[in-house]
């Protein structure tokens, strides 16, 4: 079991940055690869970025490339998303989420466990 809690979200002016925290608690949480996902009222849940349990591998949708990075550290339980050149249609609830299979890291239904997610409002 593995309990997953978002922090940092916020409201930000387009263009801006945030960096969205995930702290899990459980003993194996560096033996797990780690998503973040989004998902606005009525839409499905979005992946945004994917880690290896490592960190030595990272993914994205071409929506966020270049602007959005995923890290993690292991020793604090804890992974990281810093959004940058925020934009409105970044607007969303974000979700990090624990337990998928690195070929199944971009599949919402791969996942095991999930936070609570953290709102992110970027003004135009």
């Known amino acids: 079991q593995v309990q997953l809690v978002e922090s940092g979200g916020g409201l930000v002016q387009a263009g801006g940055s945030l960096r969205l925290s995930c702290a899990a608690s459980?003993?194996?949480?560096?033996?797990?690869?780690m998503g973040w996902f989004r998902q606005a009222p009525g839409e499905e849940r979005e992946f945004v970025a994917g880690i290896s349990w490592s960190g030595g591998n990272t993914y994205y949708p071409d929506s966020v490339k270049g602007r959005f990075t995923i890290s993690r550290d292991n020793a604090k339980n804890t992974v990281y998303l810093q959004m940058n050149s925020l934009k409105p249609e970044d607007t969303d609830v974000y979700y990090c989420?624990?337990?998928?299979?690195?070929?199944?890291?971009?599949?919402?239904?791969?996942?095991?466990?999930w936070g609570q997610g953290t709102q992110v409002t970027v003004s135009s």
């Open positions: 989420a624990v337990g998928s299979t690195i070929s199944t890291i971009r599949l919402r239904e791969a996942y095991k466990f």
């Open positions: 459980g003993r194996s949480f560096s033996s797990y690869n």
